[in-house]
Nanobody, 123 residues
Framework: VQLVESGGGSVQAGGSLRLSCAASGYTYSSYCMGWARQAPGKEREVVAA???????AYAHSVKGRFTLSKDNAKNILHLQMNSLKPEDTAMYYCAAVSDHMGWIPFLASEYKYWGQGTQVTVS
């Protein structure tokens, strides 16, 4: 299983970025996927997740600003991030786990596979 993130960068407050996660090595459509972030000195937190049926969940801190989309044909997960704030600054990680739990995983510990991360800096 391989997850490769892209799309991070530096942006001013109020700006937008779109992160992408290219997945390979497993049956993409039968997995839950999520985006987690980790700022220096803080725990990794899941901010958005999607199950195999396309149902999404968002952390309160990003709801209404971040949007997930899943391209099953291309095995790519996107995270559109709008109205970015300085507190969104973190390393963002793509994660995946097989959809067998019956709920959308929203703890970092529930995910089995992780990408290498992409940095998002908002100033």
């Amino acid at each position: 299983v391989q997850l490769v993130e892209s799309g991070g960068g530096s942006v001013q407050a109020g700006g937008s970025l779109r992160l992408s996660c290219a997945a390979s090595g497993y049956t993409y459509s039968s997995y839950c996927m999520g985006w987690a972030r980790q700022a220096p000195g803080k725990e990794r937190e899941v901010v958005a997740a999607i199950d195999s049926d396309g149902i999404t969940a968002y952390a309160h801190s990003v709801k209404g600003r971040f949007t997930l989309s899943k391209d099953n044909a291309k095995n790519i997960l996107h995270l559109q991030m709008n109205s970015l704030k300085p507190e969104d600054t973190a390393m963002y990680y793509c994660a995946a786990v097989s959809d067998h739990m019956g709920w959308i995983p929203f703890l970092a510990s529930e995910y089995k596979y992780w990408g290498q991360g992409t940095q998002v800096t908002v100033s």
